[in-house]
C-alpha cells in the first residue's frame, strides 16, 4: 500500500497547496540577519566589530547561494531575465530566473560589513515560497497610500516603518535594494530546479543611535494582506546601535 501511495506522489509539486497549505496562499517576509533565532533584535556597536560580526557572517552565508558563479554552473536550468520588465508568460514558468546579486546595490556589500561597520545597517528580506503563487498588480487607483511614491508596475512593494511615533522619529531615512522591490519575473515559484527566492535589502541610513528602534517591513501587492498577529505579508524586528 506504501508503495502505491509514494508512486503517486510527485516530489515537486507539494501536497498541500494555496490555501490548504500553512501560509494559506498569502506570503510571509523573512529577514536576515537572524543569528539567534530566539531574538529578532539586532544590535551592535560599530566602533567594535566583533558585534557585528555574527550578523555580516549571517548575511554572507546565506548570500553565498546566490553567487553569480554557482548560478551560471547551472546554465540550462536558470534563464536571465535582464530584458523582462513584465510578468513571464505561463510557457516560461518551467524554468527560474537567475536573479543576481549585482541587484542588491554596491552599498549593502560584505566588503563594508553590510553597512554596520558604518553604523548603517543593511537588512535583507526574502518572501516566503508558495507554490503556483503569483501577485497581482494594483491599478493605479488602488495603490495603498503608504506606497504611493514607491510603488512601481510589476513588482511587489517594500514598505518599512518604525512601528511607533517615537520609532518613526528614531529610524530615519531608508533605502531599498532593488529599489522597487521584488519583481514579478521570479514568480510563481514551482520548484524549478536551481531557484533562487528573489531578495532586497533594505538599509537604515541614519537610526539614531543609544535608543531601541522596533520596525516592521510589509510587502504589498493586490492579492497581499497584512495580520500583526500571524505576522501575514510582514516582518518585525528591532535594532539597536549603540
Sequence with gaps: MMAVFYQTLDWNI???RGADSLL????????????????TLIRFNKARPA??????????????????ELQQAETGTLIDCDSITEMRRPEEWDKACRFDIKQLGDDCVKQQAYGFEDGQPCILL??????????????NGSVPS???GSWAEYF??????????????NIGPL????????????????????????LVFVRLDEPRTGVLIMISCKIYAKNIYHNVNEKAGMVHFEVMVD
Design 14 to 16: 507539494p501536497r498541500l
Design 24 to 39: 494559506r496562499q498569502n506570503p510571509g517576509l523573512g529577514m536576515r540577519p537572524i543569528p539567534d533565532v530566539a531574538t
Design 51 to 68: 558585534t557585528f560580526a555574527q550578523y555580516v557572517d549571517h548575511i554572507q552565508g546565506f548570500l553565498n547561494y546566490y553567487e553569480n
Design 126 to 139: 526574502k518572501m516566503n515560497r508558495i507554490y503556483d503563487w503569483i501577485p497581482e498588480a494594483y491599478s
Design 146 to 148: 503608504e506606497i504611493q
Design 156 to 169: 511587489v512593494t517594500v514598505h518599512c516603518e518604525g512601528e511607533n511615533p517615537a520609532d518613526k522619529d
Design 175 to 198: 533605502k531599498y535594494y532593488p529599489a522597487n522591490g521584488f519583481h514579478f519575473k521570479y514568480f510563481p515559484y514551482r520548484n524549478q530546479q536551481g531557484y533562487r527566492s528573489p
